[in-house]
């Protein structure tokens, strides 16, 4: 056994990070502090946008191609998910590689209607005078539908870390924090890409989530 770095630094910053801006998001709208909200709306489409770009330029284990498995592979690993074995997945086990696809799909949508979110009180999205009130508030309603499937979602998912770790022995939190996972010798490492091509997708990602927030 060696230990094999699976995940590049972009990959994590944007799990840990995305963790703190939901429930940051949370938070400023459960306080009330919505100025805070918008701007931790902000934050987060333009991190989303930056993992959907990741996922087609980053690193192997980023890219959706690299890992997305269909409904019929998921089923067929969570029939062994009770089962003791040792980790030998390289990147995401084709359950989770779906879970993620759902996370940042449910993110995309939740940032992207609060563009457009107006309670007709306080608050509205940069996006709301330029479409009608009826359509308005139906985005403001799947606005709300997409939070809670996130909610459920994202207990889902920690709920299944924790069935991992209690059931079959395996860390999944500790490789998402130092990029590196323990697996047989013959295992071969992933192609890592460079944070040169992380910071140009970033930059990419602000420029959009700006020109949404501030052109259109």
Known sequence: MRKIPIWDAPTRFFHWLAAMLVAAAYATWRFDLMDWHLRAGYALLALVLFRVMWGFVGSETARFARFVATPRAALTHLRHVFRREPDRQLGHNPAG????????????????????????????????????????????????????????AIALHVLAVAVYWAVKRQNLVLPMITGRKTLPTSARAPTLVGPLRALVVFGVSVAVTAALVNFL
């Open 97 to 152: 590689s779906l879970m993620v696809v759902l996370l940042v799909a449910l993110l995309l949508g939740e940032t992207l209607t609060g563009l457009y979110d107006s309670n007709d009180i306080a608050d509205s999205g940069p996006l709301t005078p330029i479409v009608p009130a009826p359509i308005a508030n139906l985005i403001d309603a799947l606005h709300a539908v997409f939070w809670d499937i996130l909610v459920v």
